[in-house]
T-cell receptor, first 115, second 111 residues
Framework: DTGVSQNPRHKITKRGQNVTFRCDPI?????LYWYRQTLGQGPEFLTY????????KSRLLSDRFSAERPKGSFSTLEIQRTEQGDSAMYLC?????????????FGSGTRLTVV | GEDVEQSLFLSVREGDSSVINCTYT??????LYWYKQEPGAGLQLLTY?????DMKQDQRLTVLLNKKDKHLSLRIADTQTGDSAIYFC???????????FGAGTRLTVKP
Protein backbone atom coordinates (compact mmCIF):
# COMPACT_ATOMS: atom_id res chain seq x y z
CA ASP A 1 0.00 0.00 0.00
CA THR A 2 1.43 3.37 -0.99
CA GLY A 3 -0.50 5.43 1.54
CA VAL A 4 -2.79 8.33 0.69
CA SER A 5 -2.11 9.70 -2.77
CA GLN A 6 -3.06 13.18 -3.96
CA ASN A 7 -2.90 14.62 -7.46
CA PRO A 8 -1.73 16.97 -8.69
CA ARG A 9 0.96 18.04 -6.23
CA HIS A 10 0.83 21.61 -7.47
CA LYS A 11 -1.76 23.57 -9.40
CA ILE A 12 -1.53 27.16 -10.63
CA THR A 13 -4.72 28.61 -12.01
CA LYS A 14 -6.09 31.95 -13.04
CA ARG A 15 -8.78 33.57 -10.93
CA GLY A 16 -12.21 32.51 -12.09
CA GLN A 17 -11.16 29.11 -13.41
CA ASN A 18 -12.39 25.80 -12.03
CA VAL A 19 -9.99 23.27 -10.54
CA THR A 20 -10.37 19.65 -9.44
CA PHE A 21 -8.15 17.67 -7.12
CA ARG A 22 -8.09 13.94 -6.60
CA CYS A 23 -7.40 11.85 -3.51
CA ASP A 24 -6.84 8.10 -3.40
CA PRO A 25 -7.07 6.88 0.18
CA ILE A 26 -5.55 3.76 1.67
CA UNK A 27 -7.59 0.97 0.13
CA UNK A 28 -9.13 -0.48 3.28
CA UNK A 29 -9.99 2.92 4.77
CA UNK A 30 -13.66 3.75 4.53
CA UNK A 31 -13.39 7.27 5.92
CA LEU A 32 -11.94 10.12 3.88
CA TYR A 33 -11.37 13.71 4.98
CA TRP A 34 -10.51 16.96 3.21
CA TYR A 35 -8.64 19.72 4.99
CA ARG A 36 -7.34 23.10 3.90
CA GLN A 37 -4.09 24.57 5.22
CA THR A 38 -3.13 28.19 4.65
CA LEU A 39 0.35 29.55 5.24
CA GLY A 40 1.35 29.56 8.88
CA GLN A 41 -1.81 27.80 10.02
CA GLY A 42 -2.84 24.31 10.97
CA PRO A 43 -5.15 22.26 8.77
CA GLU A 44 -8.83 23.24 8.87
CA PHE A 45 -11.55 20.66 8.38
CA LEU A 46 -13.60 20.95 5.19
CA THR A 47 -15.62 17.75 4.85
CA TYR A 48 -15.60 14.01 5.39
CA UNK A 49 -17.02 10.87 3.82
CA UNK A 50 -17.87 7.52 5.25
CA UNK A 51 -17.85 5.23 2.25
CA UNK A 52 -19.68 7.19 -0.47
CA UNK A 53 -21.77 9.30 1.90
CA UNK A 54 -20.70 12.86 2.66
CA UNK A 55 -21.58 13.10 6.33
CA UNK A 56 -20.29 16.47 7.41
CA LYS A 57 -19.37 19.77 5.81
CA SER A 58 -17.65 22.72 7.41
CA ARG A 59 -18.95 26.26 7.05
CA LEU A 60 -15.63 26.89 5.26
CA LEU A 61 -16.97 24.87 2.35
CA SER A 62 -18.71 27.59 0.37
CA ASP A 63 -21.10 26.99 -2.52
CA ARG A 64 -18.14 27.09 -4.90
CA PHE A 65 -16.70 23.95 -3.34
CA SER A 66 -17.99 20.46 -3.98
CA ALA A 67 -16.59 17.09 -3.01
CA GLU A 68 -17.57 13.65 -4.20
CA ARG A 69 -16.68 10.07 -3.48
CA PRO A 70 -18.93 8.23 -5.91
CA LYS A 71 -17.82 4.65 -5.33
CA GLY A 72 -16.51 4.98 -1.83
CA SER A 73 -12.90 4.80 -3.00
CA PHE A 74 -11.20 7.89 -4.48
CA SER A 75 -12.55 11.38 -3.91
CA THR A 76 -12.49 14.62 -5.85
CA LEU A 77 -12.64 18.18 -4.57
CA GLU A 78 -13.72 20.81 -7.08
CA ILE A 79 -13.47 24.55 -6.63
CA GLN A 80 -15.46 26.64 -9.08
CA ARG A 81 -14.70 30.25 -9.99
CA THR A 82 -11.49 30.24 -7.97
CA GLU A 83 -10.52 33.32 -5.95
CA GLN A 84 -7.12 34.37 -4.67
CA GLY A 85 -8.25 33.50 -1.15
CA ASP A 86 -8.55 29.87 -2.24
CA SER A 87 -4.75 29.66 -2.50
CA ALA A 88 -3.77 27.03 0.05
CA MET A 89 -2.60 23.46 0.53
CA TYR A 90 -5.50 21.01 0.25
CA LEU A 91 -4.89 17.91 2.29
CA CYS A 92 -6.69 14.61 2.13
CA UNK A 93 -6.64 12.04 4.91
CA UNK A 94 -8.18 8.65 5.45
CA UNK A 95 -8.91 6.26 8.29
CA UNK A 96 -10.68 3.03 9.01
CA UNK A 97 -13.88 3.68 10.93
CA UNK A 98 -13.03 1.12 13.59
CA UNK A 99 -9.58 2.55 14.24
CA UNK A 100 -10.05 6.26 13.57
CA UNK A 101 -9.01 7.07 17.13
CA UNK A 102 -5.48 5.93 16.30
CA UNK A 103 -5.21 8.90 13.96
CA UNK A 104 -5.69 9.85 10.35
CA UNK A 105 -3.19 9.14 7.57
CA PHE A 106 -2.56 12.22 5.47
CA GLY A 107 -1.48 12.59 1.87
CA SER A 108 1.20 15.01 0.71
CA GLY A 109 -1.38 17.57 -0.34
CA THR A 110 -2.16 19.62 -3.43
CA ARG A 111 -0.84 23.16 -3.33
CA LEU A 112 -3.17 25.54 -5.15
CA THR A 113 -2.01 28.97 -6.27
CA VAL A 114 -4.62 31.30 -7.75
CA VAL A 115 -3.11 34.17 -9.74
CA GLY B 1 -11.05 31.57 19.18
CA GLU B 2 -8.63 28.71 18.72
CA ASP B 3 -9.64 25.37 20.15
CA VAL B 4 -6.06 24.14 20.20
CA GLU B 5 -3.19 26.54 20.94
CA GLN B 6 0.55 26.17 20.56
CA SER B 7 3.53 28.46 20.79
CA LEU B 8 4.78 29.24 17.30
CA PHE B 9 8.54 28.79 17.53
CA LEU B 10 11.12 26.74 19.40
CA SER B 11 14.85 26.65 18.83
CA VAL B 12 17.21 24.10 20.41
CA ARG B 13 20.75 22.84 19.95
CA GLU B 14 21.42 19.42 18.51
CA GLY B 15 21.55 16.82 21.29
CA ASP B 16 19.34 18.82 23.67
CA SER B 17 15.78 17.89 24.55
CA SER B 18 12.89 19.77 22.94
CA VAL B 19 9.57 20.31 24.67
CA ILE B 20 6.63 21.47 22.59
CA ASN B 21 3.52 22.52 24.46
CA CYS B 22 -0.15 22.60 23.54
CA THR B 23 -3.36 23.57 25.30
CA TYR B 24 -6.85 22.60 24.27
CA THR B 25 -10.19 23.96 25.39
CA UNK B 26 -12.65 21.14 24.90
CA UNK B 27 -12.83 18.87 27.93
CA UNK B 28 -14.63 16.26 25.82
CA UNK B 29 -11.55 15.77 23.66
CA UNK B 30 -10.99 12.07 23.92
CA UNK B 31 -7.92 11.55 21.77
CA LEU B 32 -4.89 13.78 21.26
CA TYR B 33 -2.19 13.63 18.62
CA TRP B 34 1.14 14.99 17.55
CA TYR B 35 1.84 15.33 13.84
CA LYS B 36 5.06 16.43 12.09
CA GLN B 37 5.15 18.39 8.85
CA GLU B 38 8.31 18.90 6.85
CA PRO B 39 8.52 21.61 4.16
CA GLY B 40 6.20 20.97 1.23
CA ALA B 41 4.96 17.70 2.69
CA GLY B 42 1.80 16.37 4.28
CA LEU B 43 1.36 15.53 7.94
CA GLN B 44 3.06 12.53 9.49
CA LEU B 45 1.47 11.04 12.59
CA LEU B 46 4.12 10.82 15.32
CA THR B 47 2.16 9.61 18.30
CA TYR B 48 -1.19 9.75 20.05
CA UNK B 49 -2.50 9.56 23.59
CA UNK B 50 -5.95 8.78 24.91
CA UNK B 51 -7.55 10.95 27.56
CA UNK B 52 -7.43 8.15 30.14
CA UNK B 53 -3.61 8.17 29.99
CA ASP B 54 -1.13 10.56 31.63
CA MET B 55 1.99 9.65 29.73
CA LYS B 56 3.11 7.73 26.71
CA GLN B 57 6.69 7.01 25.65
CA ASP B 58 7.78 5.90 22.21
CA GLN B 59 11.55 5.79 21.65
CA ARG B 60 12.76 9.42 21.74
CA LEU B 61 9.25 10.80 22.12
CA THR B 62 7.44 11.32 25.43
CA VAL B 63 3.90 12.67 25.56
CA LEU B 64 2.51 14.09 28.79
CA LEU B 65 -1.17 14.86 29.29
CA ASN B 66 -2.55 16.99 32.11
CA LYS B 67 -6.32 16.70 31.77
CA LYS B 68 -7.04 19.08 34.62
CA ASP B 69 -5.15 21.90 32.90
CA LYS B 70 -5.98 20.65 29.37
CA HIS B 71 -2.28 20.69 28.59
CA LEU B 72 -0.39 18.36 26.29
CA SER B 73 3.36 18.28 25.70
CA LEU B 74 5.73 16.47 23.39
CA ARG B 75 9.31 15.91 24.52
CA ILE B 76 11.89 14.91 21.94
CA ALA B 77 15.05 13.53 23.51
CA ASP B 78 18.46 13.97 21.86
CA THR B 79 17.03 16.30 19.22
CA GLN B 80 18.61 15.93 15.78
CA THR B 81 18.74 18.31 12.80
CA GLY B 82 16.33 15.97 11.04
CA ASP B 83 13.75 16.81 13.70
CA SER B 84 13.51 20.36 12.34
CA ALA B 85 9.91 20.69 11.17
CA ILE B 86 6.53 22.05 12.19
CA TYR B 87 4.80 20.06 14.92
CA PHE B 88 1.02 20.10 15.20
CA CYS B 89 -1.06 19.20 18.19
CA UNK B 90 -4.56 17.91 17.38
CA UNK B 91 -7.57 16.67 19.27
CA UNK B 92 -10.50 14.46 18.38
CA UNK B 93 -13.79 14.03 20.16
CA UNK B 94 -15.49 10.73 20.71
CA UNK B 95 -17.54 11.06 17.53
CA UNK B 96 -14.27 10.82 15.54
CA UNK B 97 -15.51 13.18 12.88
CA UNK B 98 -13.47 16.32 13.18
CA UNK B 99 -9.81 16.38 14.09
CA UNK B 100 -8.85 19.93 15.06
CA PHE B 101 -5.33 21.26 14.81
CA GLY B 102 -3.30 23.97 16.44
CA ALA B 103 -1.36 26.45 14.32
CA GLY B 104 1.83 24.45 14.70
CA THR B 105 5.19 24.96 16.43
CA ARG B 106 8.19 25.45 14.16
CA LEU B 107 11.13 23.58 15.69
CA THR B 108 14.58 24.65 14.57
CA VAL B 109 17.52 22.49 15.58
CA LYS B 110 20.91 24.18 15.44
CA PRO B 111 24.08 22.10 15.01
Amino acid sequence: DTGVSQNPRHKITKRGQNVTFRCDPISEHNRLYWYRQTLGQGPEFLTYFQNEAQLEKSRLLSDRFSAERPKGSFSTLEIQRTEQGDSAMYLCASSRQSSTHYGYTFGSGTRLTVV
Amino acid sequence: GEDVEQSLFLSVREGDSSVINCTYTDSSSTYLYWYKQEPGAGLQLLTYIFSNMDMKQDQRLTVLLNKKDKHLSLRIADTQTGDSAIYFCADLKGNNNDMRFGAGTRLTVKP
